[in-house]
């Protein structure tokens, strides 16, 4: 989409993430991912409802645990705090209370909401003025819809690497904090071709946080004699503190979770490996590569030619 400031039109894209999002701007010769008003570069895709505010994004997510059923997010349907009912066409609406009142919202109402707010935080970084449906419903001037792989293959500047080289295979690996996608491509003088697209719309990273949170709830009741699996605010407080250590094990081989009265006054603590983790979530990663061999057969190209990846 492109917006007008002082004069000029800028590109604006927006990643809509079912676990986060983040938006960007083409200028100075580069994509610039816009940071937010605290400073975060990825935005979590969370709208909350409180009996005075509507919230969105970190404000959202850092009072989950004290907000659950109000607090709306991606994840596997069994582990909803929120409620989802059926209206009178049999459409699925997102039940909560907001200001006092129930209200109903459809899964592209909540879309529209976190995309407003990308829009928000576009225009306070740059003073600017302000998929499809989400989009309109957000107030935003949508001009074109490039595919994933695509926008992959420009922001690594591929178009211009791969202009007297002949035709290059690109595989672009995205897994998502809901969703898994995997595409195959190729690039010939700066022409862009998407052979193939697979995926998983039920698996992401969240399934490896779902992972973590059971095998920890289990450990806390097998050290303490106390199930926490029926406490939200005590299943959120350990889901972040997995969430925290997935993400600090990408970088180092071990961390710890420490939670101060988890459940029932009782503290939490234990570590955690990267071998550790990677046992637990061994067939996450094995059904990961399942549509990746299906990627192949559709674009009929052999897995043995030489490949460029992006992840």
Same mark, same amino acid.
């Given at each position: 989409?492109?917006?007008?400031?002082?004069?000029?039109?800028?590109?604006?894209?927006?990643?809509?993430?079912?676990?986060?999002?983040?938006?960007?701007?083409?200028?100075?010769?580069?994509?610039?991912?816009?940071?937010?008003?605290?400073?975060?570069?990825?935005?979590?895709?969370?709208?909350?409802?409180?009996?005075?505010?509507? #919230?969105?994004?970190?404000?959202? $997510?850092?009072?989950?645990?004290?907000?659950?059923?109000?607090?709306?997010?991606?994840?596997?349907?069994?582990?909803?705090?929120?409620?989802?009912?059926?209206?009178?066409?049999?459409?699925?609406?997102?039940?909560?209370?907001?200001?006092?009142?129930?209200?109903?919202?459809?899964?592209?109402?909540?879309?529209?909401?976190?995309?407003? $707010?990308?829009?928000?935080?576009?225009?306070?970084?740059?003073? #600017?003025?302000?998929?499809?449906?989400?989009?309109?419903?957000?107030?935003?001037?949508?001009?074109?819809?490039?595919?994933?792989?695509?926008?992959?293959?420009?922001?690594?500047?591929?178009?211009?690497?791969?202009?007297?080289?002949?035709?290059?295979?690109? #595989?672009?690996?995205?897994?998502?904090?809901?969703?898994?996608?995997?595409?195959?491509?190729?690039?010939?003088?700066?022409?862009?071709?998407?052979?193939?697209?697979?995926?998983?719309?039920?698996?992401?990273?969240?399934?490896?946080?779902?992972?973590?949170?059971?095998?920890?709830?289990?450990?806390?009741?097998?050290?303490?004699?106390?199930?926490?699996?029926?406490?939200?605010?005590?299943?959120?407080?350990?889901?972040?503190?997995?969430?925290?250590?997935?993400?600090?094990?990408?970088?180092?081989?071990?961390?710890?979770?420490?939670?101060?009265?988890?459940?029932?006054?009782?503290?939490?603590?234990?570590?955690?490996?990267?071998?550790?983790?990677?046992?637990?979530?061994?067939?996450?990663?094995?059904?990961? #590569?399942?549509?990746?061999?299906?990627?192949?057969?559709?674009?009929?190209?052999?897995?043995?030619?030489?490949?460029?990846?992006?992840?």
């Amino acid at each position: 989409m492109a917006l007008a400031a002082k004069g000029k039109l800028l590109a604006i894209g927006i990643n809509l993430g079912t676990t986060y999002s983040c938006v960007g701007v083409w200028q100075n010769n580069h994509i610039e991912i816009i940071p937010n008003e605290q400073g975060n570069r990825t935005k979590p895709s969370y709208v909350a409802f409180t009996d005075t505010r509507r #919230l969105i994004g970190d404000a959202a $997510k850092n009072q989950v645990a004290m907000n659950p059923i109000n607090t709306v997010f991606e994840n596997d349907m069994k582990l909803w705090p929120f409620k989802v009912h059926r209206d009178m066409w049999n459409r699925p609406k997102i039940v909560i209370n907001y200001k006092g009142k129930e209200r109903q919202f459809s899964a592209k109402e909540i879309s529209s909401m976190v995309l407003y $707010k990308m829009h928000q935080i576009v225009e306070a970084y740059l003073g #600017l003025m302000a998929t499809k449906d989400a989009g309109v419903i957000a107030g935003l001037n949508v001009m074109r819809i490039i595919n994933e792989p695509t926008t992959v293959a420009i922001a690594y500047g591929l178009d211009k690497l791969c202009t007297n080289v002949g035709q290059k295979n690109v #595989l672009v690996f995205d897994l998502g904090g809901g969703t898994f996608d995997f595409s195959l491509l190729t690039i010939e003088e700066g022409v862009f071709v998407v052979k193939a697209i697979t995926g998983n719309t039920h698996l992401g990273g969240e399934d490896f946080d779902n992972n973590m949170v059971n095998h920890f709830a289990q450990e806390f009741k097998r050290k303490n004699n106390k199930d926490l699996s029926n406490n939200p605010r005590a299943l959120r407080r350990l889901r972040t503190s997995c969430e925290r250590a997935k993400r600090t094990l990408s970088s180092i081989a071990q961390t710890t979770i420490d939670i101060d009265s988890l459940f029932e006054d009782v503290d939490f603590y234990t570590e955690i490996t990267r071998a550790k983790f990677e046992e637990f979530n061994m067939d996450l990663f094995k059904t990961c #590569l399942e549509p990746v061999k299906k990627c192949f057969l559709d674009a009929k190209m052999d897995e043995g030619c030489s490949y460029q990846w992006f992840y």
